[in-house]
T-cell receptor, first 115, second 117 residues
Framework: GAVVSQHPSWVICKSGTSVKIECRSL??????MFWYRQFPKQSLMLMAT?????????EQGVEKDKFLINHASLTLSTLTVTSAHPEDSSFYIC???????????FGPGTRLTVT | GENVEQHPSTLSVQEGDSAVIKCTYS??????FPWYKQELGKRPQLIID?????GEKKDQRIAVTLNKTAKHFSLHITETQPEDSAVYFC????????????????FGQGTILTVHP
């Protein structure tokens, strides 16, 4: 089946620094990738949708200048949390979808802790 | 946009009993309804899905039903086992009629299922 990886699996950073999270589709080309955030005991909330070679579409309430998304190739999307604060601490999960518009395949998630 | 409501938020059953989780959605442009199982700290795993042109789908102990008119769909787990304990999420995906939101997946709030041995 389709495999999506994320790196790192967990990261601890200091307040005010930036963190980059990578999402890769390993065995298929992902024309669209999605970034979700999940706080403890809550559901997955879509942050943004990125299509290869174009600007990401952000959900209402998500600051595009704080959460920078780059989808430079059909197998890689990155999310950079800039000037991270403790309230950004969360579980960030990406998913990838191939061009057929079907199932989304989820990455294993990245646990971000901002101290 | 799409709104998905999921109930109950917690569900506790005895091993061998059945469990039912219900979801409603708001946007008639949604045409794909997956169910995910998520264990603590891990990614959501697709366990079953149903498309809007089908009313029911079954896979061993798991079944999903869809009522398009009422805009609700349900997950049924029979003969529950302790390893079924996890958080379950329903979701709805917008089809082409969703315009610029095509393909967007909206999740329900989740149900914590506990199966007691």
């Amino acid at each position: 089946g389709a495999v999506v990886s994320q790196h790192p699996s967990w990261v601890i950073c200091k307040s005010g620094t930036s963190v980059k999270i990578e999402c890769r589709s390993l065995d298929f080309q992902a024309t669209t990738m999605f970034w979700y955030r999940q706080f403890p005991k809550q559901s997955l909330m879509l942050m943004a949708t990125s299509n290869e070679g174009s600007k990401a579409t952000y959900e209402q309430g998500v600051e595009k200048d704080k959460f920078l998304i780059n989808h430079a190739s059909l197998t890689l999307s990155t999310l950079t949390v800039t000037s991270a604060h403790p309230e950004d601490s969360s579980f960030y999960i990406c998913s990838a979808r191939d061009g057929t518009g079907g199932e989304q395949y989820f990455g294993p998630g990245t646990r971000l802790t901002v101290t | 946009g799409e709104n998905v409501e999921q109930h109950p938020s917690t569900l506790s059953v005895q091993e061998g009993d059945s469990a039912v989780i219900k979801c409603t959605y708001s946007d008639s442009a949604s045409n794909y309804f997956p169910w995910y199982k998520q264990e603590l700290g891990k990614r959501p795993q697709l366990i079953i899905d149903i498309r809007s042109n089908v009313g029911e789908k079954k896979d061993q102990r798991i079944a999903v039903t869809l009522n398009k008119t009422a805009k609700h769909f349900s997950l049924h787990i029979t003969e529950t086992q302790p390893e079924d304990s996890a958080v379950y999420f329903c979701a709805a995906k917008l089809g082409l009629a969703g315009g610029t939101s095509y393909g967007k997946l909206t999740f329900g709030q989740g149900t914590i299922l506990t199966v007691h041995p």
